[in-house]
C-alpha cells in the first residue's frame, strides 16, 4: 500500500462534517414576493436546530425548501444553493421521491393515512423496496413504532385505523411513518402545537432520543420549547435570518436587538 | 419591529421595576448602615450602634421579599435573555446587599466593646474613616451603575478594589503596631481590627455586586474579560 491509498483510507475513515445540510445565499419567492431573502446555515448532522421567529417569518417557507416541498407550490421559485452531504437537491438529477425519502416531514397537524396502524407505517419502506419480504416488513413496522415512543401503546390493535388514535399518538404514528423510510434529516412544522402538554412532552422527549440518530429541525412559535429541545436556534424576522448560534447563547445572550425583543416580548 | 424597551405585556415591565426598586432601596438602607455604624464607632454613640442593630433586620426583610419575587417572576414569566439576566442578578445582588448589611451590623455591636470600661477615645479609630469612605464609595457607585445598568461603571467600582485591599493592609501593620506598643489597649485594637476586616469585606462584596451589574448588563462575566483572575 503506498502513502496516497493510506492517507485516502484514513479520510475515508475520518469524521464526517459536522454539518448534515449547508445551504448558501436561498431566496424563496412567491410570485412576485420575496419570502426569503438571501439565507444561509449550516444544519447539524447530530444536533437538533430550532427555527424560531413570529407568523410570516419565513421559517416554515425556509424548511420546506429542505426537501423541496415547495415544489408543489406552483407559484414558487427557489434560488441559491441546498446541499445535503455535499449534494444539491436542487439539482436536476434530483429524484424528489428519493430525497422526500431521505429527509423525511412531519407536519403541524397529524395526517395518518385513513388506513391501520400497521399500513401507515409500512406503506413507505414498501413503495421504496425496502423490505426483503413480509417478516422483514413487520421488523421495520415495529422498530420504527418503538423508536417513536409508540409500541406498546399499539403493538395490540396494529389492525386498528390510524386515525382512531389521540392526537398525540397520531403524531407520534406520523413520526414512526416518517421514521419507516429510515430518513437522514426529520423536519417537523410545529409538530406540538396541536397537542396538550403531556402528548407535547413525550414528543419533546421522542425529539431528544432520535437526536443523534436524525439531524433534526424543528419549527416553533414556542420559544419555550425550542429552548428545551434544541441545540442551536435560528432567529428568523422578515424573511431574513437574523442570527444563529447555540440555543443556550440565543436565549441567555442574544447579540442581535431583534432577536432579543422577540424572545423577550418585546417584539412590538 | 420596534427596537421598543417595553414588553408587549406590560406588567412584566412592572414587575422588574419593583423589583429594580427594591435592590435600590435595600442598597440605600445597607450603605446608611455602614455609615451609620462608623458614626456610632467614632462618637461611642451608643444608641446609633444599636438603630444599625436594628435596621438590619428591614434588609433582611426586603432580601427575602426581593428572593419571593425573582422566584415568582421567573416561575411565571419564564424570562429570557436581559429578562433572565436581570432576575438571576436580582437575586444575587439581594444576597450580597444583605451581607453588607450584616457587616455594618457587627461593626455596630463592636461598638459597645471598644468603648468599654470608660476609655478615653481610643487614637486608632482615627484611622479608619477614610476606609470606610473608601468602601461605602464603592457600595454606592456599585448601586448606582445597577440602577444605570452601567458596565463601564461596574469595572470602574471593580478595580477600585485593589486599593481598598492595601489600605487593609496598611492599616493591620499599623493596629499591631499600635498594639505592641500599648498593649493595654489591645482587646479594643482587636475589635478595631475586624472593623478593618469588615469593611475590607463589604469592598469585596461591593465589587460582586459590580460583577452581577456587568453581567446583567452585557451577558458576559467580567472575570473572562480580565483574563480570568478573580477579583477578590
Redesign the interface.
Known sequence: MNDLTALAQNETAAALPAQKISARNVNVYYGDKKAIDDVSIDVDRENVTAFIGPSGCGKSTFLRTLNRMNDTIPSARVEGEILLDGEDIYSPDMDVVQLRARVGMVFQKPNPFPKSIFENVAYGPRIHGLARNKADLQRIVEESLKRAGLWDEVKDRLADSGTALSGGQQQRLCIARAIAVDPEVILMDEPASALDPIATAKIEELIHELRGRYAIVIVTHNMQQAARVSQRTAFFHLGQMVEYGATSQIFTNPRQTRTKDYITGRYG | ?????????KV?DHEIGQLRALIAQMGGLAEQAVTDAMSALQSGDLDLARQVRRHDREIDAIEAEVERRSVELIALR????????DAISALKIAAVVERIGDYAKNIAKRVPMIHANGEDRIEAISLLPAMAQLANDMVHDALDAYAARDADRAVLVCERDNRLDDFYDSIFRTLVTFMVENPRTISQVAHLLFVAKNLERIGDHATNVAEMVYYAAT??YLADRLGGEGLN
Do not use: I, K, S, V
Not at chain 2, 1 to 9: K, P, S, W
Not at chain 2, 78 to 85: T, V, Y
Open positions: 419591529m420596534a427596537t421598543g424597551q417595553e414588553h408587549t405585556l412584566f419564564a424570562p429570557m435573555a436581559d429578562d433572565l439576566r451577558g458576559r
